[in-house]
Every structure is written in C-alpha cells, then in structure tokens.
C-alpha cells in the first residue's frame, strides 16, 4: 500500500522557519522524482521545488528560490523542503508528490505564515 505522509506544518511569524517532511512507503522510492506542491484558497495547486530520484538535481519555483531547499534521504523513504524567510504569500496546504510511472499524492499539510 503506497502511502506519502506529510509533517511539519504550522503557524509561523514572517521571517520565521519550518521544515516539512514526507515520509513514504510502498513504493521504489529512490526511483521516483519527489515534488512538493501546494494550494492556497482559490487558488490553483503549483509545483513549489522537485528533485530527481538521487538527488543530483533540484528545480525551484521563482517565488521561492533562495529561501527554500528540498532535499531527500533514500535511506529513510522521506523527503524534505526547508523553508525560510516565510512570507504571508507562502500560506498553503503543502502536498508531496511522487512521480515516475505512475504518480502518488500526499494528504497535505498546512502552513500558516501570520503575524
């Protein structure tokens, strides 16, 4: 059974941190690009950073580049997206995604970036 269960989420003030997390099973995970997404209210899901199965290669959405960075441990099954410098804009459900022959969703998990 596939399962990608995200973590992590929370309320921050701008400027602040988090770390979300995706921990997976059932699946060749190592094989698989890994992606997060997310989905603020009325708005339309976008891809926020995505890295290929070993790791070697990143791609970040503008919006974000230099404040975010997702990274994965093959060993554990999980990948990761810090975040940095949040700003109100950043406000979200966070999914993860897995994708290679077929593709796998998160639940999500919330972000609220609020003073």
């Known amino acids: 059974q596939v399962q990608l269960v995200e973590s992590g989420g929370g309320l921050v003030q701008p400027g602040g941190s988090l770390r979300l997390s995706c921990a997976t099973s059932?699946?060749?995970?190592?094989?698989?690009?890994m992606s997060w997404y997310r989905q603020a209210p009325g708005k339309e899901r976008e891809l926020v950073a995505e890295?290929?199965?070993?790791?070697?290669?990143?791609n970040y959405a503008d919006s974000v580049k230099g404040r975010f960075t997702i990274s994965r441990d093959n060993a554990k099954n999980t990948v990761f997206l810090q975040m940095n410098s949040l700003k109100p804009e950043d406000s979200a459900v966070y999914y993860c995604?897995?994708?290679?022959?077929?593709?796998?969703w998160g639940q999500g998990t919330q972000v609220t970036v609020s003073s």
């Open positions: 059932g699946f060749w995970f190592s094989g698989y690009v």
């Open positions: 890295i290929t199965g070993a790791g070697s290669t990143t």
């Open positions: 995604k897995a994708s290679l022959v077929h593709t796998y």
